[in-house]
T-cell receptor
Framework: DTGVSQNPRHKITKRGQNVTFRCDPI?????LYWYRQTLGQGPEFLTY????????KSRLLSDRFSAERPKGSFSTLEIQRTEQGDSAMYLC??????????????FGPGTRLTVL | KNQVEQSPQSLIILEGKNCTLQ??????????LRWYKQDTGRGPVSLTI?????NTKSNGRYTATLDADTKQSSLHITASQLSDSASYIC??????????????FGRGTSLIVHP
């Protein structure tokens, strides 16, 4: 257990439905990252936050994907109008901010999304 | 396009043996390179982090090397244990024009250690 928690751990939904995932980072970490990992592939960077500010969102896969971190603590990732291609593991990671990005990122266990 | 290629795709070794995993990248401008271990169904766990000026970094039985000139890295595992069975992922970060460090992940090498 790294101290980063994600809920739910598994989500099954029907195509076209909206889903929302939650990530609770390690409490003193002000950087929070979202990744997507499909079967047999490495994770793919989606977006990240420093406190409540979303500093990079150009890598979000489409406008159906959005993320928030309203109070600089937990974060949510929402996928609207889900498609079967959205089926994947969604990973969250956190780290202490600042520096040249060399601080260790701690990953959560992920949320496995299955779109039927 | 930034890319990270890992080899071999999979590897089977006997317990106690050593092995070396390879990572080649075309990420630019280079910021840092990380190796992660990912057990099935779990999030990755950081093993090593190296910046441009570092050419080797150790973490217990794991030793990573970096040749920034040839854009290659390796992860050497010494005296393998059954618990080393996992996917090993190489990640290279680049500094974007917007000032963010964007990571590019390799597909990973799947290591199986047999007793």
């Amino acid at each position: 257990d790294t101290g980063v928690s994600q809920n739910p751990r598994h989500k099954i939904t029907k195509r076209g439905q909206n889903v929302t995932f939650r990530c609770d980072p390690i409490s003193e970490h002000n950087r929070l990252y979202w990744y997507r990992q499909t079967l047999g592939q490495g994770p793919e960077f989606l977006t990240y936050f420093q406190n409540e500010a979303q500093l990079e969102k150009s890598r979000l896969l489409s406008d159906r994907f959005s993320a928030e971190r309203p109070k600089g603590s937990f974060s949510t990732l929402e996928i609207q109008r889900t498609e079967q291609g959205d089926s994947a593991m969604y990973l969250c990671a956190s780290r202490i901010g600042g520096g040249a990005g060399t601080d260790t990122q701690y990953f959560g266990p992920g949320t496995r999304l299955t779109v039927l | 396009k930034n890319q990270v290629e890992q080899s071999p795709q999979s590897l089977i070794i006997l317990e106690g043996k050593n092995c070396t995993l390879q990572c080649n990248y075309t990420v630019s401008p280079f910021s840092n390179l990380r190796w992660y271990k990912q057990d099935t169904g779990r999030g990755p766990v950081s093993l090593t982090i190296m910046t441009f000026s570092e050419n080797t970094k150790s973490n217990g039985r794991y030793t990573a090397t970096l040749d920034a000139d040839t854009k290659q890295s390796s992860l050497h595992i010494t005296a393998s244990q059954l618990s080393d069975s996992a996917s090993y992922i190489c990640v290279v970060s680049a500094l974007s024009s917007g000032g963010s460090y964007i990571p590019t992940f390799g597909r990973g090498t799947s290591l199986i250690v047999h007793p």
